[in-house]
Every structure is written in C-alpha cells, then in structure tokens.
C-alpha cells in the first residue's frame, strides 16, 4: 500500500470518525450498529441513492457518497479521507472493487487487509486452515480423479453462484467453465453450519488467546436456490435429464442453534484458526465466518472461512442466542463499531485499522 495509516490516521479528528460501507451485503446492519454506538455513517452508492433506507431510518446512513462505479471509489479517496471515514469491508464491497484494489485502497480500513490474499485464494485459504489443524473436505488437484461426488467452487465472493456438483470427470468437463480459477473438493453429506466470531486483539476480558479475545456471536444456515428445493422434483439426475441444472445461489439465510455440547469445538475452531492467522500473517481482526459441515459422526469439516462480516449475520440485528449471553441487542454490525469505539479511547486505533 501507498499509504500511511499511521499518518492519515493522525490527521484525522477522532471524535468524529464516519463509519462507511457500501449500500450493500450487511450495510443495514453496520450503520444500525454504528448509529447505536454514536457514530456518524455514509453510505457509498453507485447514483442516486437507494430508496429502500428510506423504510429503515434507524439503518439509514447520516449521509450517502455517490460514484459512478464502485471501481471509481479509489479516485474519491481525498474526499472520503475529509470525512474521516473508516471503511467497513464486506463481500460485497470487496467483490464489486476487487481484491487487488482494496487492499490498495489508500483509505483507513477495519481490519487486517493482509488476509485478502489468503481468504480469495482457495489454495492458500487450505493451507491456513489445514496448518491450523482444521478438518477440511479432501481436496482433488485433477479433475480425471473425481470417483465421487465432488463440488466446484470458483475464486471469489460469488455467493455461490456457478458453483456446482459433478461425479466423475465426464461431468465436470460438460459443466465447467475454464475461463475461471476453480477449486474441486468432496461433497461432504452432512449439515451446513455458519459460524460467525469476532476477535479482538485489544480485548482482556472473555475466551483469552495468546492476544485478546474470541467472541461467538451467532450461528445460520443458507438459502440456496435452487439445490434447496430440488429434491420436490427428483434426483439431481433426473433433473439434468430434462435440461434443469441445480445451483447454490444464496437467497437468505436461517437462524440456527447448535446443541450446546458442540460448542467447544466451536471455539477450539475459531482459537486454532486465529492464532495461526496471527503466525502467517499478523492476524486476521473482527468478524469472521468459519462455513461448516457437521457429519452424523459430529465431526465439523470447515470447507471456507470468509475474514469479515457476512451476510448471515442479518438475522441478528437485535442479537443471537449467543451474543444475548454477552450482551443484549449485540449484533454483528454494532460489535464491529464497540470495537473502534474502544480502540479509539484506548489510542489503539492502529491496532485494528489498516
């Protein structure tokens, strides 16, 4: 990066940080959270501003910043730096930049933008996960060894569109796209868990690591269309025999509840993955989502971790059945604001700001 966060930082008035996002993925929930803990919010739009936080005013952002493209935010950068905003990453906001430009986004940024590299890259992303002692779904290098069913995923914050299921090799070359970076694991049979934590390194109170402290805040599932709804119609053989292909576009996600004697290895998850992020590449910080699937033997086999907000935390604006037990109301979006609420008090800004 060409900048310095240190420097920026200092010129900065601290008592009127703006948090700012894209209108978009989880932003409701990020102005809702920023506005509870007393900052002022933008809203970056490509145009006219959406009417739709017209109808949720207390998730309504202070102000809206429009540009022509989301690729033009780094030409506003002078702009954005006199409101003294702190950019708030989300899937989208980095899939519609691109993970080169934002990491290059000479702007105050929460979190660690070093973990771009190892989340969009699913080779590195198994790397992390594996050197971090976590199960995943067996990997295959060459698609001519797929002897059972397998998923293809490409690169990316895609949400799951693309994606799809093959059982031998014949499929995978009917289906695949080759103009795109892909990944082939086995499809693991078993229930899909998201997990959302938080960390905090300047933490000194909760689940302590060797830095700060871990945080659990909720749990879902997703709504993928149109694998989900498949099954009313008969197999997927079935299906591809008269021309309808099953995909995993997210529509929504569900509230979910894991049984309680689970939840230790949901921290041992979450412990293991942060500290190797602390050894690989300074530590990952916030929000972040381990994407799970629980086997009938209850083994969790972690095929993705996403190193930000994501949008299955939107069920939880008003809290978790977790994050009830930390704090009432505590959702997502407002934890990431009490963390640069604390950080700022405490002269630890750039302790979380990249």
Sequence with gaps: MSFNVKDMLAGYDKDNLTIATVC???????????????????????????????????????????????????????????????????????????????????????????????????????????????????????PRDITKPVIVKYQGAKGGRGFFIAKNYHEFQRKINHEQEYTIQEFVLGTRYYIHYFYSPIAQ?????????????????????????????????????????????????????????????????????????????????????????VTDQLEFKVFEISARIVAGTNPYINGSPYSEFIEPGLSTGRRIAQEIKRARDLGKLEDIIT
């Excluded at 702007?107 to 190892?118: I, M, S």
């Design 24 to 142: 978009s993925h989880s932003s409701l929930q990020i102005f809702h959270g920023a506005r509870m803990e007393g900052f002022k919010t933008l809203g970056i739009c490509v145009g006219k501003p959406p009417r739709l936080y017209d109808a949720f005013p207390l998730a309504k952002p202070d102000e809206f910043f429009a540009v022509d493209s989301y690729k033009d935010i780094p030409n506003h950068v002078e702009e954005l730096a006199k409101r003294n905003v702190i950019l708030i990453p989300h899937g989208s906001f980095v899939e519609y930049l691109g993970t080169k430009q934002f990491e290059a986004l000479g702007l105050p940024t929460f979190g660690n933008r070093k973990v771009l590299e190892w989340e969009s890259d699913r080779k590195a992303e198994r790397v992390w996960l594996e050197s971090a002692g976590l199960t995943m779904p067996e990997g295959i290098n060459d």
């Design 205 to 293: 109170e909760g689940y302590k690591l060797s830095k700060g402290a871990l945080q659990m805040l909720s749990m879902d599932r997703r709504d993928e269309t149109n694998i989900d709804e498949a099954n009313r119609l008969g197999s997927i053989k079935e299906l591809e025999e008269v021309g309808i292909t099953p995909t995993f576009v997210v529509t929504g996600n569900i509230p979910i509840v894991l049984r309680e004697s689970l939840l230790p290895k949901v921290f041992e998850m979450g412990e293991r993955v942060v500290e190797k992020s602390l050894e690989l590449f300074g530590g990952m910080l916030g929000p972040f989502c381990l994407e799970t699937v």
